[in-house]
């Protein structure tokens, strides 16, 4: 059965810190979009109160969530514990989307490790949060963070950066509009 909460406590702040990833899931405004489910990591999400988050999002092969949440704003945020004591945490609500030339990216972006790449910060006001048991997730164990991403990011040049999120960082798979602008 899954407990309500009215935001988020320390105890579950401190599930949410120990969580080596996340999901985040949007859907557009059309019944015939594609709903997007996108795993997160790489020490990109910050709590910032009670009700509010961030994170860190990296230019990558897609634009779902940013396109869905410029054209509505919804959102669900899940962690799963994979460790020996089984929970889920979702957190429904919300979500801003900030790019580089926006002032709040410039006010946000000093919290997250410097990244090469980072298209935008996605900020997460929160409305619903609520636990449930999660007895049928596996338990795995963390190896560590991959390198892949930083590998990738490094090995391109700045205008090389850019044409890979002029490619396919400007309209979601629906041919909804996401970033404004290409940025390293």
Same mark, same amino acid.
């Given at each position: 059965?899954?407990?309500?909460?009215?935001?988020?406590?320390?105890?579950?702040?401190?599930?949410?810190?120990?969580?080596?990833?996340?999901?985040?899931?949007?859907?557009?405004?059309?019944?015939?979009?594609?709903?997007?489910?996108?795993?997160?990591?790489?020490?990109?999400?910050?709590?910032?109160?009670?009700?509010?988050?961030?994170? !860190?999002? +990296?230019? =990558?092969? @897609?634009?779902?969530?940013?396109?869905?949440?410029? %054209?509505? /704003?919804?959102?669900?945020?899940? $962690?799963?514990?994979?460790?020996?004591?089984?929970?889920? !945490?979702? +957190?429904? =609500?919300? @979500?801003?989307?900030?790019?580089?030339?926006?002032? %709040?990216? /410039?006010?946000?972006?000093?919290? $997250?490790?410097?990244?090469?790449?980072?298209?935008?910060?996605?900020? +997460?006001?929160?409305?619903?949060?609520?636990?449930?048991?999660?007895?049928?997730?596996?338990?795995?164990?963390?190896?560590?963070?991959?390198?892949?991403?930083?590998?990738?990011?490094?090995?391109?040049?700045?205008?090389?950066?850019?044409?890979?999120?002029?490619?396919?960082?400007?309209?979601?798979?629906?041919?909804?509009?996401?970033?404004?602008?290409?940025?390293?």
């Amino acid at each position: 059965m899954a407990t309500l909460y009215d935001e988020l406590n320390d105890k579950l702040k401190d599930f949410i810190r120990a969580q080596h990833m996340f999901f985040i899931s949007t859907a557009p405004l059309s019944q015939s979009g594609m709903v997007n489910c996108s795993p997160k990591g790489l020490d990109t999400l910050r709590i910032l109160d009670n009700r509010t988050l961030a994170y !860190l999002d +990296l230019t =990558g092969s @897609g634009v779902e969530t940013i396109a869905h949440l410029r %054209e509505n /704003g919804r959102f669900v945020l899940m $962690f799963c514990s994979f460790t020996n004591k089984p929970l889920i !945490l979702r +957190l429904h =609500g919300k @979500g801003e989307v900030f790019e580089s030339r926006d002032p %709040e990216f /410039g006010e946000l972006y000093p919290l $997250f490790p410097d990244m090469r790449g980072a298209r935008a910060i996605i900020k +997460l006001n929160v409305h619903r949060v609520a636990d449930s048991c999660g007895w049928g997730v596996p338990q795995y164990e963390f190896v560590g963070n991959r390198d892949t991403y930083p590998r990738f990011a490094a090995a391109l040049s700045d205008d090389e950066l850019r044409d890979a999120q002029k490619k396919s960082n400007l309209k979601s798979l629906d041919a909804l509009p996401a970033l404004t602008e290409p940025s390293v």
